[in-house]
């Protein structure tokens, strides 16, 4: 059976891809355009750690700007985030529709998350599932600890203080990730802003992200789960399908064809 690591770029995904090297087939990685660039460092880094090719896929779409101005929203009110979706979900189906068979996926969940990996089993039941660092009792921070003693630089967006190697201006983010992002990157602030009342959704609701009081939310914690299949599961309506039944149907001046009117 063919073994592939999912690695998301994060800290825990390497350590755990890292554990697992000697079974694994393939690395694959999903590239948002909207990642730091120091990324695509810790990438080659980790790749050189792994002694294995990472592979790195990625949706025509390119960025969380791009793929909800071509679907017109942003995510639902459940909080399934449209660009995962686009930008990681597709990617991810494309890659397994190489393989007829069922496949064994390395994951890099922690001790702590138990029930989110019986939650992915029961999401994927034809594919064999593995969790390194919940097999080893391992933490998040454990794996970073793993990591520094590996030598290898974090991907810089830990070292700016956020807690995941999401994508920069993370749609998921709350108000205190948001004030953060404003200061930190402002130009990201700006065009989530526009984003937001080009598509007429408001990510939180009945305040648009440019009314954001700057002191408002603190950014304590996790700021939302890492990118990837958790959040796709979110998206999820708890009886299957494809997570759009949720998808509000707002204005949207990019895309009036799909029945959007202008916001
Ligand atoms: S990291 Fe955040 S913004 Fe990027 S694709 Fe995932 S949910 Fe969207």
Redesign the pocket.
Not at 81 to 84: F, K, L, P, R, S
Not at 169 to 173: D, E
């Given at each position: 059976m063919l073994t592939v690591s999912y690695f998301s770029a994060g800290v825990s995904s390497a350590v755990a891809t890292k554990l697992m090297i000697g079974e694994i087939d393939r690395v694959m990685y999903t590239h948002?355009d909207?990642?730091h660039p120091d990324t695509m460092r810790f990438v080659k880094d980790c790749e050189a750690w792994f002694g294995k090719p990472v592979e790195i896929w990625q949706s025509p779409l390119k960025s969380?700007d791009a793929?909800c101005r071509y679907s017109g929203f942003i995510?639902t009110r459940r909080g399934g985030?449209?660009?995962?979706r686009w930008?990681?979900q597709r990617v991810r189906k494309n890659f397994e529709a190489e393989h007829a068979g069922a496949m064994r996926i390395v994951w890099g969940m922690d001790c702590t998350e138990s029930e989110r990996c019986e939650r992915l089993q029961r999401s994927m039941p034809n594919h064999e599932h593995v969790f390194p660092l919940v097999d080893r009792r391992m933490t998040k921070e454990h794996a970073h600890e793993v990591l520094r003693a590996s030598g290898i630089r974090r991907p810089a967006m830990y070292e700016l203080g956020y807690h995941n190697n999401?994508?920069i201006?993370?749609?998921?983010?709350g108000m205190g990730y948001w004030n953060k992002i404003r200061v930190d990157f402002p130009e990201v602030f700006k065009a989530r802003s526009a984003l937001e009342r080009l598509i007429g959704f408001s990510l939180f609701q009945g305040m648009w992200l440019d009314e954001l009081d700057p002191e408002r939310g603190r950014h304590e914690g996790p700021i939302?789960d890492?990118?990837?299949i958790m959040?796709e599961l979110m998206a999820l309506p708890p009886s299957g399908g494809d997570g759009m039944a949720n998808a509000p149907r707002q204005g949207c001046e990019a895309y009036p064809e799909r029945g959007c009117s202008a916001s």
């Open positions: 948002i909207d990642q969380v793929a995510k985030a449209n660009c995962t930008l990681k999401n994508c201006g993370c749609i998921k983010g939302c890492d990118c990837g959040c």
